[in-house]
C-alpha cells in the first residue's frame, strides 16, 4: 500500500506564494509519476502538473503554467508545488497522486490540502 501526504496549504493573498510538499511512503513502485491536481468547490478535480520520475520532463495545466513549478527529491520520495502570483481561482484543495510509469492511472492519491487564495 501507499500512502501520500500533503503539507504546505493555507490562506494566502493574490500575488503571494505557497510551496506545497507531497511525502510518499510505502510499497511505491520502483519508477513512479507524480502529480497535483485540484478541485475547487462545486467543480471538478483538475490537472495542474505531473512530474516524471526523472525530474526531466514535467508537464502543466494553461492555468498555472509559468506561475506554479513541480519538482522532485526522490531521496525523500517527496514532490512539491511552488505556487507563484497565485489568484483567487487557484483556491482548492490540492491533492497529490502516484502512478507507476508504466501506468496511464493514477491510482494512490492523498487527503488533500486546502489552498485559499484572498482577493
Known amino acids: 500500500q501507499v500512502q501520500l501526504v500533503e503539507s504546505g496549504g493555507g490562506l494566502v493573498q493574490a500575488g503571494g506564494s505557497l510551496r506545497l510538499s507531497c511525502a510518499a511512503s510505502g510499497r511505491t513502485f520502483s519508477r513512479f509519476v507524480m502529480g497535483w491536481f485540484r478541485q475547487a468547490p462545486g467543480k471538478e478535480r483538475e490537472f495542474v502538473a505531473t512530474?516524471?520520475?526523472?525530474?526531466?520532463?514535467?508537464y502543466y495545466a494553461d492555468s498555472v503554467k509559468g506561475r506554479f513549478t513541480i519538482s522532485r527529491d526522490n531521496a525523500k520520495n517527496t514532490v512539491y508545488l511552488q505556487m507563484n502570483s497565485l489568484k483567487p481561482e487557484d483556491t482548492a484543495v490540492y491533492y497529490c497522486?502516484?502512478?507507476?510509469?508504466?501506468?496511464?492511472?493514477?491510482?494512490?492519491w492523498g487527503q488533500g490540502t486546502q489552498v485559499t487564495v484572498s482577493s
Open positions: 512530474i516524471s520520475w526523472s525530474g526531466g520532463s514535467s
Open positions: 497522486a502516484l502512478r507507476s510509469e508504466v501506468s496511464t492511472r493514477f491510482d494512490y
